[in-house]
C-alpha cells in the first residue's frame, strides 16, 4: 500500500501515532478517490486548454498565484521541508477550479 512508506521504522518512537493517522486518512481515501478523479480531470483539462489557446490570466488570477506560491514556501519553510511538493510548478497548478 502507498501510505506504508510514511509509517516510520518500527521502535521509533512516533511509530504508532503516525501509523493510526495513515489508517485513518487511508479510510477516509477510500471514498475520496472517485470524487478527486471527478474534479482532477476537468479540472486539468481547464488547464491544458488555457495553456493550448494562451489565455492571459486575470490580475487577480496572478495575484493569488503569488500569494499561494509565498504562502506555500513559508509553510515549507515552517516545516523544515526541502522537497518538492507539485509535479508542476506552473502558475496554473496553483489556481483551482473550485475556489
Same mark, same amino acid.
Given at each position: ?25 487511508? %479510510?477516509? *481515501?477510500?471514498? =475520496?478517490? $472517485? ?8 479540472? &486539468?483539462?481547464?488547464?491544458? #486548454? ?21 504562502? %506555500?514556501? *513559508?509553510?515549507? =519553510?515552517? $516545516? ?8 508542476? &510548478?506552473?502558475?496554473?497548478? #496553483? ?5
Amino acid at each position: 500500500m502507498i501510505s506504508d512508506e510514511f509509517v516510520p521504522p518500527k521502535g521509533t518512537i512516533q511509530r504508532d501515532k503516525v501509523e493510526e493517522w495513515v489508517k485513518q486518512l487511508g %479510510e477516509d *481515501a477510500e471514498f =475520496n478517490f $472517485a470524487s478527486y478523479g471527478e474534479c482532477f480531470i476537468p479540472e &486539468n483539462l481547464l488547464r491544458n #486548454y488555457i495553456k493550448d489557446k494562451n489565455i492571459s490570466l486575470t490580475v487577480e488570477a496572478q495575484r493569488e498565484i503569488g500569494f499561494l506560491k509565498q504562502k %506555500e514556501s *513559508a509553510n515549507k =519553510n515552517l $516545516a523544515n521541508l526541502s522537497i518538492e511538493l507539485r509535479k508542476n &510548478n506552473d502558475d496554473l497548478s #496553483y489556481l483551482s477550479a473550485h475556489q
